[in-house]
């Protein structure tokens, strides 16, 4: 089985759903305590002059709505900016071709470039809707292997070759993506 073409944007969040920690949102907001505090102050001290029962410096809290909507507008951007640039990376170091063999992938690359990973080189496996990503057993790392260009048949065969092959095979669609 032979799988050709780039990664897109949408197989790069399926793959970031099956990759993030399920404790990814709680370290999230411990990380950003400080800005979820100023944003439920501010918030308080707008519903509170809204509904009368105080009387806030409307001038500085126009400010600091200012403030904040700026902030989080420029985090998305520069969110957004990263991902654009982290997926043009993935995708010129990504093979030309990933061939799936019995004894483990084989990468066909630009300008006559080979590679080959055996099986043995990763740990578990976890599908997801547009991709399967393959974990490394040492070093950490994972490999995206994009479905898009696969038929049915094909991704099921590539399950079973994943499911034989690959220890910690105990790995299903995930429903939640």
Known sequence: MRITGQIVEQDLKDAGKLTRSKWYWAKFLLKNWYGIA????????????????????????????????????????RTRNANAHNLAMLNANFPDSITIASDGLRFDGPNGATGFQPWKTFSRWREGQRVIVLYRSVGGGFFILPLTGISDVERRSLLGMLASNIDGAANSVDSDS
């Open 38 to 77: 100023l944003i439920s102050i501010v918030l308080w001290a707008t519903v509170a002059g809204l509904i009368g029962s105080a009387n806030p410096n409307w001038k500085g809290l126009g400010v600091a709505w200012v403030v904040i909507s700026v902030i989080v507008i420029g985090s998305l951007y």
